[in-house]
């Protein structure tokens, strides 16, 4: 349930709606907007059945809400969200662009891509240092190391950090070094975890699970923001379908369908959608244009060396064409290219 304050409504009344909340065990999430502050009630609305909250000084109305996701339903927080990370923001005036390798490998290596993508304009650093792979022989990463290389490189360029986390330990780790954390596809419903990033005080990006229906996927963000945590971004980075040509099917939809859904900032990766990397420039093309909010792009400096996933990475040069040919697309979608 969620309870509508009437335009400009005072911290008086606002405050006394609070506490009428908390005073039957229940807990309040606050949106307040330019006019109007919406109240969200979490928890048995039974509870407050004979509060009579409806006839309370300045309150408009109450409306019910179906979905089983309420701190991230758009219903609780009307206007857009925006995620800080490091030094910047990832919002509904922005487009944002992670980009950087698949894998770490080395510090040299990651040095070398770090510089190349802040030129081009990226404004957050994405590696992998832990790399939940499909095949127990494939490359593992380089997990603390390569954290480390982590913190260098953003002490170097500037720019903000993110690492995919696959366990309390690694995550445990990951704190003292990046400034945001990844849940990747196959730990999206690892409702444990969930619950543990959600503690952690730091930005998430939730990818979304390769066979995850949208609503599966917000009730996952539901389990982190339950925790407290309210900075997370989503990412659509394709679903497993029948069609063979491509690593996954992107579903481009998503982004609308989230913006009618959710508060929550979107980004897609079309590098992990497709697994080719000349499929990358035109999907995030249409990433912009249908109204993601960033983009998170795999760049190597040697792909036809990389340790993981070169086919679907741009080099650094590819990588600079595309962030110029994406600015009029972010100047026609009225977002700052950042």
Same mark, same amino acid.
């Given at each position: ?84 990370v490091g030094n910047t923001e990832i919002g509904p005036d922005t487009l944002s662009i992670m980009a950087g390798p698949c894998a770490i490998e080395s510090e040299e290596q990651l040095l070398t891509i770090a510089h190349a993508v802040k030129a081009a304009g990226a404004t957050i650093l994405r590696g992998g240092a832990y790399k939940p792979?499909?095949?127990?022989? +494939? ?113 481009? +939809? ?29 999907? +995030? ?54």
């Open positions: 349930m969620i309870i509508v304050m009437k335009p400009h409504a005072s911290e008086k009344s606002i405050e006394n709606v609070v506490k009428m909340i908390q005073d039957s065990g229940l807990s309040a999430h606050l949106s307040k907007g330019e006019e109007v502050t919406i109240i969200g009630i979490v928890g048995d609305k039974s509870k407050i059945s004979n509060r009579n909250l409806e006839i309370a000084p300045e309150v408009d109305k109450l409306v019910q809400v179906t979905e089983s996701y309420k701190l991230t339903n758009k219903k609780f927080h009307p206007t857009p969200s925006v995620v800080k792979r499909t095949s127990p022989y +494939s490359f593992q990463g380089l997990e603390e190391e390569g954290l480390r290389y982590m913190k260098e490189a953003s002490s170097e360029t500037g720019l903000a950090t993110i690492c995919e986390i696959i366990s309390e330990e690694s995550l445990n780790a990951a704190v003292k070094y990046v400034d945001m954390v990844q849940i990747g596809a196959r730990n999206m419903q690892n409702f444990q975890l969930l619950r543990e990033v959600g503690r952690s005080g730091l930005p998430v990006l939730l990818k979304r699970g390769m066979a995850a229906t949208i609503e599966e996927w917000l009730n996952a963000a539901e389990y982190i923001m339950a925790e407290g945590n309210r900075n997370i971004v989503l990412c659509e980075r394709g679903i497993r379908t029948y069609e063979t040509s491509t690593r996954n099917t992107l579903d481009i +939809s998503a982004v609308p369908v989230l913006r009618a859904k959710s508060h929550l900032p979107v980004i897609i990766d079309p590098s992990h959608a497709t697994g080719v990397r000349a499929y990358v420039a035109p999907l +995030s093309k249409a990433a912009v244009a249908v109204g993601a909010d960033g983009l998170m792009i795999e760049v190597h400096n040697n792909p036809a060396c990389a340790l993981s996933d070169g086919p679907q990475s741009l080099t650094c040069p590819q990588f600079e064409d595309l962030c110029q040919e994406l600015k009029p697309y972010a100047d026609l979608a009225g977002r700052a290219f950042r």
